[in-house]
């Protein structure tokens, strides 16, 4: 069996079952919010990485209504179609519909992937942005049917060595549009929490494939303090 490389810690992943996308979203919530109440006391900003995808807009949303000091968060994004900065299909562009534009977090605040600049030239211009944060406080992840996340796909260089850049130019990308732009494996395990949010019976095989210990994207990222993975029941096995 194939398992995963040893370029990176092990993964310890923490897996919690919830009985509907509802009660997720709410947990996630209030992990997101205890998670930047932490950070912020501890050291004045809370540096969060989102995804895309249907269960974190939902969360987004919710997000709207916290009570937090948005001043304190800074937004960064785990990967990035090469798309115009308005379209509909960028994570970007999700994030702000669903919730950075409702709130009061300072535009200087929001780091958007330059991904309409082309993969290779976002890649470098991001990685540069990059060097004024080290470790993450919170990055949110999904997770995909062939078990890739972010933008790290079977098949690819998911950036899980210990030499890996920032971020990868994605080409070839096997769901549209081909040309994306990731954080690699090794700069979102940087981090104090990483958060999975998994739900739907598409995900059921690769939930099982990730805990018999195959070789997926997703159990790449390997942070210090574990993963926490929220699935709802029918993505659970």
């Known amino acids: 069996m194939i398992r995963v490389p040893a370029a990176l810690p092990a993964q310890a992943a923490r897996w919690h079952e919830f009985p509907d996308d509802a009660s997720l979203v709410a947990n996630a919530l209030a992990r997101v919010l ?15 990485v989102l995804a895309g995808g249907n269960t974190p807009r939902r969360l987004y949303r919710a997000l709207r209504h916290a009570d937090t000091d948005w001043a304190r968060w800074h937004i960064w994004y785990g ?30 605040n929001v780091h958007a992937i330059p ?14 942005e990059l060097r004024t944060v080290d470790a993450f406080d919170l990055v949110l992840l999904g997770l995909g049917e062939d078990g890739h996340t972010a933008s790290l796909f079977p098949g690819h260089d998911w950036g899980a060595h210990a030499d890996s850049p920032d971020v990868l130019a994605v080409f070839k990308a096997p769901k549209p549009p081909p040309e994306r732009v990731s954080l690699s494996a090794t700069r979102l395990s940087n981090a104090h929490h990483v958060l999975f949010l ?3 019976a598409g995900k059921r095989d690769a939930v099982a494939a990730w805990k ?10 390997a942070p210090e303090a574990g993963v926490d993975v929220l699935l709802d029941a029918t993505a659970s096995i």
């Open 34 to 48: 205890a998670s930047a109440q932490g950070a912020i006391a501890q050291h004045g900003a809370f540096d969060i």
């Open 79 to 108: 990967d990035e179609r090469c798309a115009p900065p308005d379209d509909p299909e960028r994570n970007s562009r999700m994030a702000r519909d669903e919730w950075l534009d409702q709130v009061s977090i300072p535009m200087a």
């Open 115 to 128: 991904a309409e600049a082309g993969a290779r030239e976002a890649a470098v211009l991001y990685a540069r």
């Open 198 to 200: 998994v739900e739907g």
């Open 212 to 221: 018999r210990g195959d070789a997926i994207p997703a159990a790449s990222i």
